[in-house]
């Protein structure tokens, strides 16, 4: 059973940085493309970064500039490298892996608190 797991989030003021990692295990890493979604409080969850150099990149267009997505395929991991963070930038953070191929189910990770706070 393939599973996520996030780590890194956490609480900083604005202006700051943090790294999200997502670690991958139980999958065939390669022919899943990760993504990066958040759910602000009280609103819907969107999709914040998806694809690296090479596929698709994607950025919300709020976060352009200011968040990286990146992967290592040898360590089966995905980052989001976020800077200059916002205090709309407060969220619950996911990771989530779709199949290039759509015949393999999604997987979402549990989410990682980001606040952005004087």
């Known amino acids: 059973q393939g599973q996520l797991v996030e780590s890194g989030g956490g609480s900083v003021q604005p202006g700051g940085s943090l790294r999200l990692s997502c670690a991958a295990s139980g999958f065939t890493f390669s022919r899943y493309v990760l993504k990066w979604y958040r759910r602000p409080p009280g609103k819907e969850r969107e999709l914040v970064a998806s694809?690296?150099?090479?596929?698709?990149?994607y950025y919300l267009d709020s976060v352009k500039g200011r968040f990286t997505i990146s992967r290592d395929n040898s360590r089966t991991t995905v980052s989001l490298q976020m800077n200059n963070l916002k205090s709309e930038d407060t969220a619950v953070y996911y990771c989530?892996?779709?199949?290039?191929?759509?015949?393999?189910?999604?997987?979402w990770g549990q989410g990682t608190q980001v606040t952005v706070s004087s």
């Open positions: 694809g690296t150099s090479g596929e698709d990149e």
């Open positions: 989530y892996a779709a199949d290039k191929y759509g015949t393999r189910p999604s997987i």
